[in-house]
């Protein structure tokens, strides 16, 4: 099993910057890609970023392209979200997660930090 745990989510101005951290624990030892996704109310939940664990590629959701980045430390079994210039469109709650095999599912979810940005 792997427990995923996300943190530094809160309240921010618009143009303002958050990092979020999402510590994995548990076997992970095979861990393959980690991912973002976010969900705001009332609408259906989405892909922000992913990065591969073993080579560190990125991909980003067009919306956040050049103002989010995703990284990740191996060592600590975290993987980290830089926000910057956010949007009040970037209001939702953010969960990471964790595909084992690379084959795109995403085995495992973590809980969600919210992010609320204000105009």
């Known amino acids: 099993q792997v427990q995923l745990v996300e943190s530094g989510g809160g309240l921010e101005q618009a143009g303002g910057s958050l990092r979020l951290s999402c510590a994995a624990s548990?076997?992970?030892?095979?861990?393959?890609?980690m991912g973002w996704f976010r969900q705001a109310p009332g609408k259906e939940r989405e892909f922000v970023a992913a990065?591969?664990?073993?080579?560190?590629?990125?991909y980003y959701a067009d919306s956040v392209e050049g103002r989010f980045t995703i990284s990740r430390d191996n060592a600590k079994n975290t993987v980290y979200l830089q926000m910057n210039s956010l949007k009040s469109e970037d209001t939702a709650v953010y969960h990471c997660?964790?595909?084992?095999?690379?084959?795109?599912?995403?085995?495992?979810w973590g809980q969600g930090t919210q992010v609320t940005v204000s105009s």
């Open positions: 997660a964790l595909d084992k095999y690379g084959d795109g599912h995403y085995d495992y």
């Open positions: 548990g076997r992970t030892l095979s861990t393959y890609v």
């Open positions: 990065i591969t664990w073993s080579s560190g590629s990125t």
